[in-house]
């Protein structure tokens, strides 16, 4: 995953901090110095500057792993309150001799459970979520939560902390390159990291980000909703425009959109979209089967000024609309036979890909809401790759 915060500020204290590691041979050198480098091995150590709520810079360092306490780093997300009493609770059934195999091993996935439950992350907007809540269905990997990102980013925004700067190196002996810098994992880090910041970037540097945004949510704030990928990254990046989206996808849609962390940078992507210079393509499932590999729909669009936000078909007033599709496959579903396509459109209408699915190819976008039936919790269009120059 993408770090989502400039990491040229952080790396600076982070090289000295290594510095003073090496030059002490403790982690722990400006404290009990409890933790010789040579007896630890190998660590994922982070950096993380910020601001608190009375303007005053803040830096904050952690390690990785189960370390439940060690001066003047960040403590663990687990409370040492907490930690104790799932030890009280679970110690003893677990080692009790009397235990059957069946049985202890009922204790061990009860106490795994326990353990995982007692992870509390804070968001971004200020509300908390669980382990279980970021993975979801899918298995929790050993070690989620203890990452040193999450580490800072959890104390951070527990503690009214605004970060401005993030990076993470691994020092001393290990399959990873000693000193080296890294991003946060895509096991462990990204399924928490992505519901702690709200946000899962895939690109970034100085003057872009890149993010994949999830349906349902608004790429500008609305009238109504401010929530929105917009608002989402202002939060986060204060320094960013004020209407940072370089373009917009309709709130069902998800995929890559571009947002400009500079006014220069904003007015550049701008002329890009304008002159037509930036290639997108989607991939959709269709509902029913699509019989031509490869053909191009131009079909010109309008609002529908009695029944928005719905778009019509115009060939005397709508605007021009041009698309491109591929073909990729035709699968079989629960729900009978879709097509997987891609799309490449040439001019950027609103709704162009849903209508062009549903009136060019006689094919609406499965899960669409407007145009076709909605039987699904989400539109199956995603846009999945940008390029430009």
């Given amino acids: 995953m993408i770090n989502i915060f400039d990491e040229e500020p952080a790396r600076l204290h982070a090289r000295y901090l290594a510095h003073l590691i090496t030059k002490t041979g403790f982690l722990d050198f400006d404290s009990g110095k409890t933790l010789p480098v040579k007896e630890h091995g190998g660590v994922m150590i982070g950096v993380l500057l910020g601001t608190d709520r009375y303007g005053n810079e803040v830096l904050l360092k952690a390690i990785s792993g189960q370390?439940?306490?060690?001066?003047?780093?960040?403590?663990?997300?687990?409370?040492?309150?907490?930690?104790?009493?799932?030890?009280?609770?679970?110690?003893?059934?677990?080692?009790?001799?009397?235990?059957?195999?069946?049985?202890?091993?009922?204790?061990?996935?009860?106490?795994?459970?326990?353990?995982?439950?007692?992870?509390?992350?804070?968001?971004?907007?200020?509300?908390?979520?669980?382990?279980?809540?970021?993975?979801?269905?899918?298995?929790?990997?050993?070690?989620?939560?203890?990452?040193?990102?999450?580490?800072?980013?959890?104390?951070?925004?527990?503690?009214?902390?605004?970060?401005?700067?993030?990076?993470?190196?691994?020092?001393?002996?290990?399959?990873?390159?000693?000193?080296?810098?890294?991003?946060?994992?895509?096991?462990?880090?990204?399924?928490?990291?992505?519901?702690?910041?709200?946000?899962?970037?895939?690109?970034?540097?100085?003057?872009?980000?890149?993010?994949?945004?999830?349906?349902?949510?608004?790429?500008?704030?609305?009238?109504?909703?401010?929530?929105?990928?917009?608002?989402?990254?202002?939060?986060?990046?204060?320094?960013?425009?004020?209407?940072?989206?370089?373009?917009?996808?309709?709130?069902?849609?998800?995929?890559l959109i571009v947002v400009a962390l500079t006014k220069e940078a904003l007015s550049g992507m701008h002329h890009l979209f304008r002159t037509q210079r930036v290639r997108r393509t989607y991939e959709a499932l269709l509902e029913g089967i699509l019989k031509e590999e490869e053909t191009e729909i131009t079909l010109p669009l309008r609002a529908d000024i009695t029944n928005r936000p719905y778009q019509v078909v115009d060939h005397e007033g709508g605007k021009e609309a041009r698309t491109h599709v591929k073909r990729i496959r035709v699968e079989e579903h629960p729900e009978g036979h879709l097509s997987r396509v891609e799309f490449t459109p040439y001019t950027g209408r609103t709704h162009q890909l849903r209508i062009h699915s549903k009136k060019g190819l006689g094919l609406p976008i499965l899960g669409d809401r407007l145009y076709g039936s909605g039987m699904k919790s989400r539109l199956y269009l995603h846009a999945k790759s940008l390029e430009f120059t």
């Fill in 67 to 255: 370390q439940r306490k060690l001066a003047r780093y960040v403590p663990h997300v687990i409370t040492d309150t907490d930690f104790q009493t799932h030890l009280d609770t679970y110690d003893a059934l677990i080692k009790n001799p009397h235990n059957t195999p069946f049985n202890k091993s009922e204790y061990s996935a009860q106490a795994l459970n326990h353990y995982y439950g007692l992870y509390r992350f804070p968001t971004i907007d200020g509300s908390t979520v669980s382990l279980f809540e970021c993975f979801g269905n899918r298995p929790i990997p050993t070690g989620s939560g203890d990452c040193a990102a999450i580490k800072l980013l959890a104390y951070a925004l527990g503690n009214h902390i605004v970060p401005t700067s993030m990076t993470e190196f691994f020092y001393g002996d290990g399959t990873r390159s000693h000193l080296g810098f890294y991003q946060p994992c895509e096991e462990r880090c990204a399924p928490i990291l992505k519901r702690m910041l709200g946000l899962y970037p895939v690109y970034r540097d100085k003057h872009l980000l890149i993010v994949d945004k999830p349906p349902h949510l608004r790429s500008i704030p609305g009238t109504v909703e401010s929530d929105s990928i917009e608002s989402r990254v202002r939060k986060l990046i204060p320094s960013a425009p004020v209407q940072c989206a370089a373009h917009r996808l309709d709130m069902d849609t998800s995929g």
